[in-house]
């Protein structure tokens, strides 16, 4: 007995505070969240407030002092948690769950940022995985201000933190902190203003049917916003709510744009990773209903390639080497303009049609209908002239110019438009209801 309590007393101290009479009150939530903040091999997470360990292998409770540092480590056999001093294992891992206590404020402190809640700590994949636990309005603290300039009218904030917490409702899964769900923050970048807006909605969902709808926003719509079968391949007939609407208002600094790429880049993307190969031309089809591109079509020395699919994908062909725009073209709404170097063109009784190489073309000549295969010493009848081939050039591309509407996938809600509409006095509740067509806002 005296070896087990000298036990019990080292791993109380270890983590800082007495054994409690009784047990804590573990604190729950209305209406939790589930948020993954870190994945990775190992986690440091400092406790602030008031907070216990719970062993979800065998049962055991720890209480955790204020300030108290954690170093949760992954192995292949589960999760060890330790203070730098004493550790602790369990094969199912941990939860690090708020209780109630002395301090009005708990935080964890992940990896430098800070979270409202508790933390579940397990292991996925083979990586250790710390999925934030809170209240959706807390969690809803910790994603607007990150969505939407807090400085925004309070109407169009309003629309935001409804449309935001419409759509972790109808997720119904973990949410991600990066724009693949919607960003998330934490405590460490909440804003009185935002705040005030959350509080203003509590409660409020967008619904279709009486049901609560995925809502989804998007920076800027370009003039117009997105259906959802023209963008994702979704059923349209599904997603009535999701369908285009104009953007009269909207004033934003991506609601035009321009990037040029390069014949390398564009080839990498395609997948030709041959230096020898070359570009000779390029061509988009234009799926939607507004413009948006479906398939891009390259035609190379290696051969001809399409790649078709949803907006993302298109966005990804195009690279784009700033992290502001997640290092892809802003959206799949765009046209672009091939050049190239010297261009040759056969006239047809269709019209004129770009050469990529001579040799194999027939031309008619003096003696006959004959094929080239000494490209050498072309020469070609032209307006003024004849002139060799060389100062002609050979028509390969040069560059090629995007040039495009609207930031994001343009489904539903755009932010910038919005921001206009509530300048413009219209109230969250119209905002939300003129982009959603026949949805309504309620509790």
């Keep these: 007995m005296r070896y087990i309590f000298s036990l019990t007393l080292a791993a109380m101290f270890l983590f800082g505070l007495p054994l409690s009479p009784k047990a804590a009150d573990v604190v729950t939530y209305s209406n939790p969240v589930n948020v993954l903040v870190y994945q990775g091999n190992s986690a440091s997470i400092l406790v602030n407030g008031n907070y216990q360990l719970f062993n979800k292998q065998t049962g055991a409770i720890t209480p955790l002092a204020n300030n108290t540092t954690l ?58 995985q710390v999925i934030n636990i809170l209240d959706m309005e807390d969690y809803l603290k910790g994603v607007v201000p990150n969505e939407m300039p807090a400085s ?40 009185s203003r935002t705040n005030a807006a959350i509080a203003e909605t509590q409660g409020l969902y967008v619904k279709y049917n009486g049901k609560v709808i995925q809502a989804f ?3 800027t719509s370009g003039g117009k916003t997105a259906n959802v079968g023209d963008v994702w391949n979704s059923n349209q007939s599904l997603f009535p709510y999701l369908s285009s609407v104009s953007d009269p208002y909207e004033s934003s600094p991506y609601s035009n744009w321009s990037f040029t790429f390069t014949p390398s880049t564009i080839l990498k993307s395609f997948g030709f990773n041959d230096s020898s190969t070359v570009l000779y031309d390029m061509s988009i089809t234009k799926t939607g209903a507004n413009g948006e591109v479906g398939a891009v079509t390259v035609v190379t020395s290696s051969g001809q390639k399409t790649i078709s699919g949803d907006e993302s994908k298109i966005r990804s062909l195009f690279p784009i080497n700033d992290s502001r725009y997640y290092n892809k073209l802003l959206s799949n709404w765009f046209t672009i303009t091939v050049n190239r170097d010297g261009s040759l063109y056969a006239q047809t009784v269709s019209g004129k049609t770009p050469l ?4 194999g073309q027939r031309v008619q000549t003096s003696a006959g209908t004959q094929t080239i295969t000494n490209t050498s010493n072309i020469k070609v009848q032209t307006a003024s002239s004849v002139t060799s081939l060389p100062s002609l050039g050979t028509g390969v591309v040069s560059s090629v110019v995007v ?3 609207g930031w994001g996938h343009r489904i539903g809600m755009s932010q910038y438009g919005a921001k206009a509409f509530a300048e413009k006095g219209w109230t969250a509740v119209q905002i939300l209801q003129y982009y959603f067509k026949g949805t309504t806002v309620s509790k």
């Design 403 to 405: 040039n495009g509407k």
């Design 71 to 128: 170093t949760i480590q992954y192995t292949p056999m589960g999760v060890i948690v330790s203070n730098g001093t004493t550790s602790t294992s369990s094969t199912v891992g941990f939860t690090i769950q708020e209780i109630k206590g002395v301090y009005a404020l708990s935080l964890l402190k992940v990896n430098n940022k800070l979270y409202r809640g508790s933390a579940d700590i397990t292991v996925k994949t083979n990586t250790l």
């Design 356 to 359: 990529y190489k001579m040799n």
């Design 217 to 219: 926003f998007h920076s």
């Design 152 to 191: 925004w009218p309070k109407e169009a904030l309003k629309a935001q933190a409804i449309a935001a917490r419409s759509y972790a409702q109808a997720t119904k899964s973990t949410l991600t902190t990066n724009p693949n769900s919607q960003v998330y923050s934490g405590y460490s970048s909440e804003d």
